[in-house]
């Protein structure tokens, strides 16, 4: 059973940080992309972020850069999001997601296999 458990997300002030973990066991984590989604409220799901298996590719969405840093750590099976100078505008539900796809980062929804059930990040202004 594959599972993606997202943790450390939490309320911070803007211009703050937190890192987002997600821990993935019954997969062959290194046999996938990954990637982090955001939701908010009334909004539809966007990408934010991926990373290639090897780590060697990466792509961020424009609001995000310069901000956000994704890494994995394949020998612990999970992926990171640091984030820093947190803006009010990043409020929302972070998910982590892993796609078949090794080599290329995907950046639909659509094209990834598996899901966290997400954790919530909050940044007041």
């Known amino acids: 059973q594959v599972q993606l458990v997202e943790s450390g997300g939490g309320l911070v002030q803007a211009g703050g940080s937190l890192r987002l973990s997600c821990a993935t066991s019954g997969l062959t984590f290194n046999r996938h992309a990954m990637g982090w989604f955001r939701q908010a409220p009334g909004k539809e799901r966007e990408f934010v972020v991926g990373?290639?298996?090897?780590?060697?590719?990466?792509s961020y969405a424009d609001s995000v850069k310069g901000r956000f840093t994704i890494s994995r750590d394949n020998a612990k099976n999970t992926v990171y999001l640091q984030m820093n100078n947190l803006k009010p505008e990043d409020t929302a539900v972070y998910y982590c997601?892993?796609?078949?796809?090794?080599?290329?980062?995907?950046?639909?929804?659509?094209?990834?296999?598996?899901w966290g059930q997400g954790t919530q990040v909050t940044v007041s202004s």
């Open positions: 997601a892993a796609t078949f796809y090794m080599n290329y980062v995907m950046t639909q929804a659509y094209e990834y296999n598996y």
């Open positions: 990373i290639s298996w090897s780590g060697g590719s990466t």
